[in-house]
């Protein structure tokens, strides 16, 4: 999710764990800790490491990851081996390329959403925050106002004619001006802010936990929660939110998958297998990963890309084969 957030890989329980709750098995040959730095608030990992779930349909990889831990520069190696299974009744998807345009590589993105034919998208990274308006197809930037450099920008969506940007330990939500992006207001925000989106008569925001909050779309107060599960587990490392006629879509932070969600219930019902989409042509770090969903209404296509990734991808989700 970000460059200086630390992920705690701790051996072959936390890898098993992480990636259990969506049915993914997993091999570790070897592993460090990604980043020693880690804060009390990060999310926990789910908390079981099985799934007892026949199997609908499975697609498997193997991963050869790099990591290196504190200011030991020597990578040490990680290979991941997944199979990607889903039980009856959750629907496994893949992204079907409409289009490929490009994308600014230096970007960490964070948030996407159009506001008419231009996106606004989120940029985080201390001191390099900021939202800006981009032209989704020659990726020019037509204006960016940047975040104070103790910021780190997160998700962002239009609400009522506004903008709202969260950050992600600052305390508050940005309100901005979806035209012109200058800052209008704010709001106060308990916890981490990661990934929002908006429904007509509410918002949505996650905090990298599985517990999603429904909020007022006036005043932003909470005024509800959910539980995110996949199969009866907990989904934890929720991340940036697209609502799409009353679905919620959420990329998950260090993975290629894109979960579909019922927000009336919190199941996960269909999972996107996006790793087509991860550039071929880039040397990606281990956080540069697929970030970034919205949903454009006039052709019935989602738009998505990754964190520093040189191509914004135009695509329709559809079952895998």
């Known amino acids: ?85 889903a039980p009856i009744g959750v629907e496994v998807l893949e992204p079907e390329i409409v289009n490929t345009f490009p994308h600014d590589p230096l970007a960490f993105t964070q948030g996407l959403e159009f506001h008419g034919d231009l996106l606004v998208e989120s940029i985080g990274e201390y001191g390099r925050s900021a939202r800006r308006i981009v032209d989704p197809t020659t990726g020019a930037i037509t204006a960016e106002v940047a975040l104070p450099l103790e910021q780190f920008g997160n998700g962002l969506t239009i609400s009522n004619d506004r903008l709202i940007q969260l950050t992600w330990k600052a305390g508050r939500a940005i309100i901005a001006d979806p035209a012109t992006l200058e800052t ?35 005043t932003f107060v909470p005024i509800g929660t959910i539980d995110v599960t996949f199969d009866g587990q907990a989904v934890s490392n929720l991340n940036e939110l697209e609502c799409v006629d009353g679905l919620l879509w959420a990329n998950r932070w260090l993975t290629t998958e894109i979960l ?20 071929a042509d880039q040397t990606l770090g281990q956080e540069d990963v697929l970030n970034g969903i919205a949903f454009r209404a006039n052709t019935d296509t989602f738009f998505v890309t990754g964190k520093r990734w040189n191509t914004l991808y135009e695509v329709r989700f559809v079952p895998a084969n």
């Open 184 to 218: 209008i207001g704010q709001f106060d925000l308990e916890g981490e802010g990661w990934g929002i989106c908006a429904e007509d008569d509410r918002i949505i925001t996650s905090n990298g936990s599985n517990r999603l909050t429904f909020r007022d779309p006036v």
């Open 260 to 279: 579909r969600i019922d927000p009336a219930t919190g199941a996960v019902t269909g999972i996107v297998d996006a790793r087509s989409l991860v550039p």
């Open 1 to 85: 999710m970000f460059a200086s957030r630390p992920f705690p890989l701790a051996g072959v329980v936390n890898m098993a764990r992480l990636a259990s709750v969506l049915a993914l098995s997993v091999m570790v040959v070897s592993c460090s800790r990604i980043d020693p730095s880690s804060s009390a608030a990060d999310p926990s990992l789910p908390a079981s490491s099985t799934s007892t779930t026949t199997a609908a349909s499975a697609q498997s990889t193997t991963t050869v990851v790099e990591v290196t831990t504190g200011d030991d520069t020597t990578p040490t190696s990680l290979e991941v081996t997944t199979t990607l299974a």
